[in-house]
């Protein structure tokens, strides 16, 4: 195989308040054609950076120096162009609403083909195709607002395929999908790269979904350099992504935990693979029955009641149907569902932004569909998922400080509470930054913060740890579940099964406009009939307790969730920022 991108002693960096701060040092990297290679980190260790470096947005469209040599698939890049090594390197972005150019899915995926002034006949042929390769070719003339998220990011790979580009660059692919769809998109870029040999680079937070398929090599990235660059099996032996505040595979935790000794040997990289001896059954055994079972939850008083809600965003067609249940005061709730099930649709309904079609909505006692979004604000926060859809100020601090400014709080009031609150969201070394210049992922913790300012008595988060590395993720759901032992009521809309069995002992489950389930996150995902119709993926902690014949294997899954919630070891997590 020959090199598809040779990287050495690449350094990257750009001045803030006259400063020169270097986000790239010395980086040293080979990729070979036909490689999978993921590319992990915290947030703000030079990931996306080094992607900008290779196709062209650094420095071209973004400020700052280069130095160093970059070569793809032969091509010079710094002294190329954007435009030249589009024709090398597909790049599929975390937020596919940011790609979109045509107003169908057809010729959003035909844009580079007019573009290259491309006969109509070929142009169609070549469209069909790629779009048969992602399983997109029966929406064609849907708009992109139509699709599900799963679906967009199909148009967007298609969208990149069409030029027959040697890379595909994929910057955080999954954080906006439910659990089945992020399983469907690993194996549809799998499945892509054995038809094309297409070489592909993964940036991701969710490393244990990317090892759904084999991965060639996993590069670990810390402030600027890169810590290592190791078969994945190599990797996870290691104590690397723990020590620099990524987190591992849930299994791999649980065997930890045991004091299973891990080596390449036993084959970590995945659950399926994973070298399981005797010795090792009785470790598991032996820890399984030494910790205590999960408590059971207190009993609280209803605060949020819902009764036979119905809804419909067009006539006819019901996006929920007959739903009734009760959030009790003090609860940690998860909302979980495949996208399109409903559950943004409820959340929208709770807080006022639409009107139900039937049924009531209670909080303690008073029905709030006499009131409005306004009074509603005061007790119900709701943060999207989508944070250019909240954030209407420049400048982050002046975001953060806008929900206060008619509270009767005096300034040195309203600095302190806005200071502790980017403090907690991770954006204090930022407050002075505009909003433009962030990330999608340093957007939602804005969000967030706008939201936490103001101490509602309820939040609802959609997504709120969608992009969000290990670091940032334990420190705003930390600070979420000091506000739940506080007292303030937490729901959760979240395509995340880890973030559900760490902090929410009970999972509302969603499908097709129905409430499917209601019950604890344990047997959530330790049903596979469940699991199945509701589109989410059994944790690897199911497929090992099945392994070490541990029954049911709701029981493991349980005890795992007792034993984190009496380690401290989660939350020395190494700051990074």
């Not at 150019?101 to 790629?130: K, W, Y």
């Not at 992504?241 to 987190?247: A, D, H, P």
């Not at 591992?248 to 299973?260: I, N, Q």
């Not at 103001?454 to 334990?474: C, K, M, S």
Request: with cysteine.
């Amino acid at each position: 195989m020959g090199k598809t991108l040779s990287i050495q002693n690449v350094n990257k960096s750009f001045t803030v308040d006259g400063q020169k701060v270097d986000v790239l040092k010395d980086i040293n990297l080979e990729i070979r054609e036909g490689e999978f290679i993921a590319i992990v980190g915290h947030s703000g260790c030079g990931k996306s950076t080094l992607a900008g470096c290779i196709n062209g947005l650094n420095p071209f469209s973004n400020p700052g120096e280069c130095s160093g040599e970059l070569i793809v698939d032969g091509v010079d890049a710094p002294k190329s162009s954007i435009f030249q090594l589009s024709a090398y390197v597909g790049t599929v972005l975390q937020d596919p609403d940011g790609q979109f150019i045509g107003l169908t899915v057809g010729e959003d995926i035909a844009f580079a083909l007019e573009n290259s002034c491309m006969p109509q006949d070929e142009m169609h042929e070549i469209t069909r195709h790629a779009a048969e390769l992602v399983g997109i070719q029966d929406h064609l003339d849907f708009a992109p607002h139509e699709l599900s998220g799963g679906q967009k990011q199909r148009v967007s790979l298609a969208g990149v395929m069409v030029d027959q580009v040697k890379i595909l660059l994929f910057d955080e692919p999954l954080a906006n999908l439910d659990p089945a769809t992020g399983k469907q998109t690993i194996e549809l870029i799998d499945e892509i790269q054995e038809k094309t040999d297409t070489t592909v680079v993964i940036i991701e937070h969710r490393l244990e979904d990317v090892l759904w398929r084999d991965v060639d090599r996993i590069v670990l990235m810390g402030d600027g350099k890169i810590l290592a660059d190791l078969h994945p099996d190599e990797l996870l032996s290691t104590r690397l992504l723990e020590e620099n505040g990524i987190r591992e595979p849930l299994y791999l935790t649980a065997l930890r935990y045991a004091g299973v000794e891990l080596a390449p040997a036993k084959k970590p990289a995945h659950v399926d693979s994973v070298v399981i001896d005797k010795a090792d059954r009785k470790k598991m055994t032996d820890w399984f029955w030494s910790r205590p079972a999960a408590e059971a939850e207190k009993e609280h008083e209803p605060l949020l009641e819902v009764r036979n809600l119905t809804f419909g965003y067009e006539r006819g067609r019901q996006t929920l149907r007959d739903v009734s249940l009760t959030i009790h005061k003090g609860e940690m709730v998860s909302i979980v569902g495949k996208n399109g099930a409903g559950k943004s649709t409820f959340s929208k309904l709770v807080c006022g932004f639409e009107t139900p079609d039937s049924g009531e909505i209670l909080f303690q006692g008073r029905n709030l569909l006499q009131e409005n979004i306004r009074h509603r604000a005061k007790h119900i926060g709701y943060v999207m998922q989508n944070p250019n859809q909240m954030i209407s100020k420049p400048m982050i601090w002046d975001e953060v400080e806008m929900a206060l400014l008619q509270t009767g709080m005096t300034p040195e009031e309203r600095k302190e509470r806005v200071e502790e609150t980017l403090k907690i969201c991770g954006l204090y070394p930022f407050r002075k930054w505009p909003v433009s210049a962030l990330s999608f992922g340093q957007k939602k913790r804005v969000t967030i913060a706008s939201i936490l300012v103001q101490r509602p008595q309820v939040i609802i988060l959609d997504e709120p740890t969608a992009g969000q590395d290990y670091h940032h993720y334990t420190e705003i759901m930390e600070f979420l579940k000091e506000l739940n032992e506080q007292g303030f009521t937490i729901l959760m809309i979240t395509h995340d099964m880890h973030l559900m069995l760490e902090y929410t002992k009970r999972a509302i489950v969603f499908c097709k406009g129905k409430l499917l389930a209601d019950t604890t996150s344990a047997h959530v995902l330790n049903d596979p009939e469940l699991v199945k119709r509701a589109s989410l993926k059994e944790t690897s902690l199911y497929t090992l307790s099945l392994k070490c014949g541990v029954e049911p294997p709701q029981r493991l899954t349980e005890r795992f969730i007792a034993q984190e919630e009496h380690t401290q070891e989660k939350k020395e997590v190494p700051a990074h920022g």
